[in-house]
C-alpha cells in the first residue's frame, strides 16, 4: 500500500479561502484569473467576493476598470471553533508556507 493521497472532490480549505488567499496575494487580480487559480467559475468567484465584502472581510477600491481589494485582516473568524482567530491569522500561516509575498 503506498502514501500517495487519493484524487478527491473535496479540500481543507474552502473556496472562499482561496479566493481570499489570491487576493492577499495580488489585491487587483481579476475575476477570471482568479477562478482559474481557484478552479471555479468566473461567477462562483463573483458571489464569493460578494460574499465576503458583505461580511466584512474586503473592501474594493475602483482603480479604472478593476477594482483594487484590500483584506481587513482584523477581522474575525465567523465559526465558534475560530472565532479567536482573525483572517489575516490564517492568511499569514498560508502566505508564510507557500512563500507568498504580501
Known amino acids: 500500500m503506498t502514501n500517495t493521497p487519493q484524487a478527491s472532490s473535496w479540500t481543507f480549505l474552502t473556496n472562499h479561502t482561496h479566493v481570499m488567499f489570491c487576493l492577499s ?8 484569473d482568479i477562478a482559474g487559480e481557484v478552479g471555479i467559475t ?17 473592501v474594493g477600491e475602483r482603480e479604472g476598470r478593476r477594482v483594487r481589494y484590500t483584506i481587513l485582516r482584523d477581522q474575525r473568524l465567523r465559526h465558534p471553533l475560530e472565532s479567536g ?18
Do not use: F, N, S, W
Open 42 to 58: 468566473e461567477r462562483a468567484v463573483q458571489h464569493i467576493v460578494a460574499d465576503l465584502r458583505a461580511a466584512g472581510y474586503l
Open 85 to 102: 482567530c482573525c483572517i489575516g491569522d490564517v492568511l499569514e500561516v498560508l502566505e508564510r508556507l507557500t512563500g507568498a509575498a504580501r
Open 25 to 32: 496575494r495580488d489585491p487587483g487580480m481579476r475575476m477570471k
